[in-house]
């Protein structure tokens, strides 16, 4: 059996526990990579926060389960929860099928100042998966 | 690839739940050639078994399969196995991989009183056939003189060919077969059943597809602690005919009718998420009991679950699971919670 080469588009940031970030104006979109979702399996469930919520970077903001696992989503980032993709509850498979599109988590707007520091470049992450 | 019991096995071959799928729709293959698999003969065979099994091995003919448990002195489940009449007093045992050193020991334990050979058959692989279409598919892989016996086979009955004992038998709660065969063969015996269509199917999916059938997993839903009235398995005690001495039964009859125990019921979690093993079970904020096995449904898209509450409390209630801290409402059933197929799990 062969592991297909996993994809870490070159325009986002990650985090060392498999989050992707990808600032768009005053707001950061964050979900879940393409190797974490396929060492996760089929994502059945996601449990996302409250729209308004604080999040804290590094800290847990949600949690993610497969058929087999459950695991904890960390932010990249601080700040407050300014949307949640609302179609991952009825629809969790696309965080497999779309990791960087359709199956998005959640977006952050950061507290100011958070300089987004200690992500790891598309590079950086790509050597950390591959061991 | 991952390590199971002294095995390299596969959790999945690319997706779980499309692997539970196509059993269910259509035809699955599974490799589970780390079964325990024992041959007994010799004329002291029925009395040996019959004096381990709570089921009653006196009840097979020729050809016929038995569910069944060992049970301990204390009543506890040593393993949960598939006994097999394959003609007189020749037998085989089926029995779990992650028991195989304890049940082997047990069974040697208590052979010298019979007149019984044991010959463990670790030169076998097993392969299961399951889903809808799974006769249909093995049909054509098999030696053209075994089509008409194999087609002809009933649920839980079992033939010889050649070396092969297929079994209708399984563990998906789907029509299918189970076929061991000499390990030499079993490569090409799943290339060609790949190549007619079986979808290669890991442990994750059978691991949901058993729980969606109902089916206990020793070490989760069995164990030495618990006796099978506890775990839902007292279908599987033959107490007829009275005078028949197994190991366990002292303790078994002292537990019938006492209503201080604990029982196994089934859960469906009313929202969305996952119901995992070890979640606290509560009816009106009170703990009741803990799940033994608990995963999600691709079938029925929820979590489900088997779990072992207070024999005394009732169906009804406001029962909950308690997920990472807060208390999910659940409905009490019965299983299975799937059969062919089809949702079939009825209230408590």
Known sequence: MTTPAMTTPDNLKYTREHEWCRPEGAEVVVGVTQYAASQLGDVVFVELPAVGAPVTAGQPFGVVESVKSVSDLFAPVSGTVSAINSTLPDAPEQVNQDPYGEGWMIRIRPVPGDQMTGLLSAADYAALIAG | MVPFHGWEMPLHYGSQVQEHHAVRRACGLFDVSHMCIVDLAGAGTLDFLRHLTANDPARLRDGQCQYGVLCNEQGGVVDDIIVTRLGGERFRVVSNSATRDKVLAWQERWRPSFRVDFTPRPDLAMVAIQGPGALAVTDRVLPLAARPRVGALRPFHALEEGGWMVSRTGYTGED?????????????????????????????????????????????????????????????????????????????????????????????????????????????????????????????????????????????????????????????????????????????
């Open chain 2, 176 to 348: 299918g077969l189970e076929i061991q065969l000499p390990a030499a063969g079993v490569a090409a015996l799943w290339r060609q059943l790949t190549g007619e269509g079986a979808q290669p199917a890991g442990l994750g999916a059978r691991d949901t597809l058993r729980l969606e059938a109902g089916m206990s997993l020793y070490g989760s839903d069995l164990d030495d602690g618990h006796n099978p009235l506890d775990c839902g398995l007292g279908w599987t005690i033959a107490w007829d005919p009275p005078e028949r001495d197994f190991v366990g039964r002292a303790a078994l009859e002292a537990r019938r009718g006492a209503a201080a125990g604990v029982r196994r019921i089934g859960l469906l979690l009313e929202g969305k998420g996952v119901l995992r093993d070890g979640q606290t079970v509560s009816l009106e904020g009170r703990t009741v009991g803990a799940i033994t096995s608990g995963s999600y449904s691709p079938t029925l898209e929820q979590g489900i679950a088997l779990a072992r509450v207070s024999e005394s409390v009732p169906a009804g209630g406001a029962w909950t699971v308690e997920i990472r801290g807060r208390h999910h409402p659940v409905r009490v059933v019965r299983p299975p919670f799937v059969r062919n197929g089809q949702r079939a799990w009825r209230d408590e």
